[in-house]
């Protein structure tokens, strides 16, 4: 079936330790997006590629990185630079254009002790 | 980036239509208005988009104004699986490549 696959669900680290988490999709999208939810809270963009090879921050880049080396494949990387890497991160896809809707992962929850 | 504004939560009775409303009052002409919803702890469920024109699918209505300032998503016979947080989103134009902006939602409680 075509979807959007995060892994793992779950991913416990400790401080200090970089960590990656996977998206993998097989929708043939362009755009590929990195977002982090706190309790409560909205989505806040991380990062975002439109296009193979290409990624631009969004709003709280800050202490993650990404890289899009396939079109299928848009890996996060929480660094050890990140301040409070507790979260739940959704990963989401779309064709690319503004009248597409973007289809979402399940999510990773991190919790880094 | 045009903003919304939705109220934090909402209750609605089992069966009852759910009317969601969301202001963007500073929305641009070729911007789309988005829903999605989220289930706790699940990655959120695209709804419906609209331009202009009023739309229905086999999920919910979205009644948009004519001067596009404001929307309702409509859960015509709300169920307990209902219960959401639902995102009104201003999806930005083409030029500034498409991205989700999230606000906080409207926490829906569908009660029996």
């Known amino acids: 079936d075509g979807g959007i696959t995060q892994s793992p669900k779950y991913l416990f680290r400790k401080e200090g330790q970089n960590v990656t988490l996977s998206c993998e999709q097989n929708l043939n999208h362009d755009a590929m997006y990195w977002y982090r939810q706190d309790p409560g809270q909205g989505l806040r963009l991380i990062y975002y590629?439109?296009?193979?090879?290409?990624?631009q921050k969004g709003d709280i880049a800050e202490g993650y990185s990404v890289s899009r080396e396939k079109k299928e494949s848009f890996p996060l990387t929480v660094t050890s630079a990140q301040k409070n890497p507790t979260a739940f991160y959704l990963c989401?896809?779309?064709?690319?254009?503004?009248?597409?809707?973007?289809?979402f992962g399940q999510g990773t929850r991190l919790t880094v002790v | 980036d045009a903003k919304t504004t939705q109220p934090t939560s909402m209750d609605c009775a089992e069966g009852r239509a759910a009317n969601l409303p969301c202001n963007h009052s500073t929305i641009s002409g070729n911007e789309y208005v988005y829903w999605y919803r989220q289930i706790h702890s699940q990655g959120p469920q695209y709804i419906i988009h609209?331009?202009?024109n009023n739309e229905t699918n086999e999920m919910a209505s979205l009644i948009i104004t004519e001067d596009r300032k404001s929307s309702t998503l409509i859960l015509p016979h709300a169920t307990l699986r209902d219960t959401a947080v639902y995102y009104c989103i201003v999806r930005v134009a083409e030029g500034s490549q498409g991205n989700l902006i999230f606000g906080k939602g409207t926490k829906l409680s569908v009660k029996p």
């Open positions: 989401a896809s779309s064709i690319g254009t503004a009248n597409t809707e973007a289809f």
């Open positions: 590629s439109q296009i193979v090879n290409d990624f």
């Open positions: 609209g331009l202009k």
